[in-house]
């Protein structure tokens, strides 16, 4: 084989698996290009084998789907119920709105055939003859690219009848959302395809293995995900697995936006990359004249880790060892252990010209913008957050304003129908507790008695009426 170049040299740590063609001079999206690099032949070896068996081999290779919550993308599989009579569907979700992700992007830009060529393999596998791309509105180029990919794939035999002339029949529709943060959710992405209102469905019973699409049994995975079934199959599950560490195998896709010198995507293995090294071998290290203040390791939901913090952690012996941030592997078991989370692969580091505040408020009117509004607390609880943050960046807040904020964050957590408050919550609940001085230092005891709108002065006038 060929040496391969790139337009964006990759770092010497990377291990390039899914990013293979990303940036890679010469190469273009078309299936052309793809089946000279011998695009393709995984489906071929695929359809020789039974669908169980691509099942078995996926959960040997151990891997943990890359879209947020990390959880065995060949266990989620078996979960279609054995008896099951009716139409079996895939859906991968292209909705990436996680912010701080930028990595599902340059796959469908660059190589759709890669996704589409796994999606095949997965359909396959799970016996979904129905399969769709649901892809995030901000990205119309991408829907494009796809659209002419699965003509491409299409006419070539590897979608629609016959596939290859096995007898297996598959189609993939590209669908593109409206934008909203919520459809990244599975069952609220369900529910936008079925053409409803976004609003995320109760678990149980609506678990979309079983009652999913149309109430039909459905598995949703991720871009990245999808793209890693054909490079296990191309390798074997067992070879797969022997990528990243235990439990944490194969590579994954960091991305790396905010306060360091080189930011970017890496393919990295799984846990074979300390914090210090993404930080400064990779990314260079902080802007000139700056320190690293802390990172949000996994997208915005995930919560924020300080760089001076150190960890008491349990070890599987039942024993503890402590862990300082720099030594942090980039796994899903340990970043959880340290009380933050993987999640979708957004690293974003934060430098000490960051005022926390600000931070905080700018994930607060986020997540006020995008609640759906199905859940009170949710719908409620993040407008409020958003409100006090607005008074404590703006120097009109008052220290009893911090313990409200952590108040309602709180009282979101664990009251809604899906993770949406979560996410909004826990960045909220980790910067109070880890930045508390901080914040509180930004905000002045005399605004406890200014009131805060309009309805409050017209009632402080009457009262000040009445006292005099």
Known sequence: MSTITYTKPPHPREHRMIFRNI?????????????RDGGYADLRKALAMQPREIIEEVKKSGLRGRGGAGFPTGMKWTFIPPNNTKPVYLICNGDESEPGTFKDRYIVHQDPH???EGMVISCYAVGAHTAYIYLREEFPHAALLLEQAIDEARAHGFVG????????????????GAGAYICGEETGLIESLEGKRPYPRIKPPYFPAALGLYLCPTIVNNVESLCHVKHIIGMGGDAYSRFGVARNTGT???????????????EVEVGKLTMRELLYDLC?????????????????????????????LRQPDGTARDLGFWDIPLDFDTLAACGSMAGSGGVIVLDDSRRISWVL????????????????????????????SDRLVSGEAAPGDIDTLESVAY?????????????????????IAKFRDELVAETRAEAAAVPHNPEAVAQRRFLSCANS
């Open 23 to 35: 940036d890679r001079a010469g190469w273009d999206p078309s299936i052309d290009c793809y089946l």
């Open 114 to 116: 890669q996704l589409i």
């Open 161 to 176: 009848t016959d596939v290859l002339g096995s007898g297996f029949d598959v189609e993939i529709h590209v669908h593109r």
């Open 252 to 266: 994954r896709i960091l991305c790396v936006s905010g306060d360091v010198k080189r930011p970017g995507y890496f």
């Open 284 to 312: 260079g290290g902080p802007k000139d004249g700056r320190a690293f203040k802390a990172v949000i390791p996994g997208g915005s939901s995930s919560k924020i880790l300080r760089c001076d913090e150190s960890f008491a």
């Open 361 to 388: 408020n700018n994930l607060n009117a986020f997540y006020a913008h995008e609640s759906c509004g199905q859940c009170t607390p949710c719908r409620e609880g993040v407008a409020w957050m958003r409100k006090i």
């Open 411 to 431: 009282q979101i957590d664990g009251r809604t129908i899906c993770a949406f408050g979560e996410a909004a919550s826990w960045p909220v609940e980790a910067m």
